[in-house]
């Protein structure tokens, strides 16, 4: 089974509210026959245009083959969010990689933002300030004033504030959270306006894209498509949850799981400020207003199909967080997959003397596959010492093998959802 049409068509981006309301350019012509570059660069998402577009800067010639259109995986139908950090807390980090490590990388999660407000600012696409967390237990709490006093104490960080029930409910007008904090550096956006417009500032410095260019096989120094054969000094990979095995290597630290999110008809009485939300539930809720909207993200699977209904499967978690919108009008609905690693940090590793894969951004990407194509180039150039740091963070391969690593994660999700219920 293949991901990459399992859900959708080739060629045409999904029926998301994103897809509704930007206008992509035409699709590019796909690689034909044999071409040449100093590097080649294969998927079309953040990570990939990112690093196209910093690479050109450099003055290398860069083609980058997209097997669909460009953003049409996660980076074209996410949430929205652009969170600081990295998906796992700082207090993990540095039990995990040490202090030193754990305070570079919290500095590469503000980078990450920083550079994410630039490329979208030079792309025109308008960025909105906010991201709160929120908690569902009591208990919780003392955790997340425990943490935002050690992003003070130990990281000078001072855009994160402690939210108390009375307080969230002028936030988020929902019963389901006693508290959480709401980092003001965070940001949300249209995540399919800003990848057309990645494209778009890539292309301009000379970059060649080929969508409808699928790679069948991947050697060093070559990427071979169904119709043409592209060399390369380089090679970067960057395929995220549709990485199919075209590298079995990365397939086994990269899982991909199905996410899914719909928009509510325009609203008369909205149930939260602007400003995007994730909760602390396992099976995570994240949404956010945009144009009137509420556009909600709830619900997981774990095989190849998406739910026959998207719409009832977020309706669930809609209306259990948000119960005075029962039965709102619901205008889309659409699923995406994306790439999870065991840890829930990426997996930036190189798979070959002149490959470079990077993914796995378990939720945090439109940040961090921003600032992982950076970092590729900066690599490429001899600059090696971020990548480094993001490579020595341990991604595991999941247990089972491709066989049993789903089903072991529908057993261990079904154990969690169970102690969100508890």
Known sequence: MDLLTANDRQGKYPASYYAAVNTPPPPRAPLKGNARADVAIVGGGYTGLSAALHLAQRGYAVTLLEAQRVGFGASGRNGGQVGTGQRRDQLWLEETVGEGAAKALWQMGLDAVALVRDLAGQAGVPLRDGILETVHRPGEMREVRDYVEHLRARYGYEAAETVERAALRDLVDSPAYVGGYLDREGAHLDPLAYVLGLAGLA??????????????????????????????????????????????????????????????????????????????????????????????????????????????????????????????????????TLGITMTRMPHIARIGPSTLSLSGYSGHGIAMATLAGQIAAETIAGQAERFDTLAAVPTPAFPGGGRLRQPLLVVAMLWYQLRDRL
């Open 203 to 336: 292309e301009a410095v000379g970059v060649t894209i080929h969508e409808g260019a699928r790679v069948t096989a991947l050697t060093e120094g070559q990427v071979t498509t169904r119709d043409g054969a592209l060399t390369a000094d380089h090679v970067i990979l960057a395929c995220n949850g549709y990485l199919g095995q075209l590298a079995p290597k990365v397939a086994a630290r990269v899982m991909p799981i199905n996410n899914f999110i719909a928009a509510t008809e325009p609203l008369s009485e909205p149930p939260m400020q602007d400003i995007a939300v994730a909760d602390s539930y396992h099976v995570i809720n994240y949404f956010r207003m945009q144009d009137g909207r509420l556009l909600f993200g709830g619900g997981e699977s774990y095989g190849y199909h998406f739910p026959t209904d998207i719409a009832r499967t977020v309706r669930k978690p809609l209306e259990r967080i948000f119960p005075q919108l029962k039965g709102v009008p619901i205008s889309h609905a659409w699923g995406g």
